[in-house]
Nanobody
Framework: QVMLVESGGGLVQPGGSLKLSCAAS????????MRWYRQAPGKERELVAL????????TYVDSVKGRFTASRDNAKNTAYLQMNSLKPEDTAVYYC?????????WGQGTQVTVSS
């Protein structure tokens, strides 16, 4: 059974940090690129960052460049999104997605709220 389980979300003050985790099971994790998306209320889901199979981190949203970093630990079948200097506009549900060719799996999402 394929599963992706996100964790690490929560309420944080502006300027704070969170590290999201995405634990994978049921497939060969090391063969999959891992993407992080987010969806804020009333907005479309957007691709935030990804980590390639060799472990190269790429961010796609200008507003998070220099603040968010994707990583992975293939020994633990887990992907991470380190988020620093968080801003209220980073508030969203964050999802991980595993992709390899035509195969793709989504996690259930974890809420991140940035507020004082």
């Amino acid at each position: 059974q394929v599963m992706l389980v996100e964790s690490g979300g929560g309420l944080v003050q502006p300027g704070g940090s969170l590290k999201l985790s995405c634990a994978a099971s049921g497939f060969t994790f090391s063969n999959y690129a891992m993407r992080w998306y987010r969806q804020a209320p009333g907005k479309e889901r957007e691709l935030v960052a990804l980590i390639t199979t060799p472990g190269i981190s790429i961010t796609y949203v200008d507003s998070v460049k220099g603040r968010f970093t994707a990583s992975r630990d293939n020994a633990k079948n887990t992907a991470y999104l380190q988020m620093n200097s968080l801003k209220p506009e980073d508030t969203a549900v964050y999802y991980c997605k595993a992709i390899s060719g035509v195969n793709a799996y989504w996690g259930q999402g974890t809420q991140v709220t940035v507020s004082s």
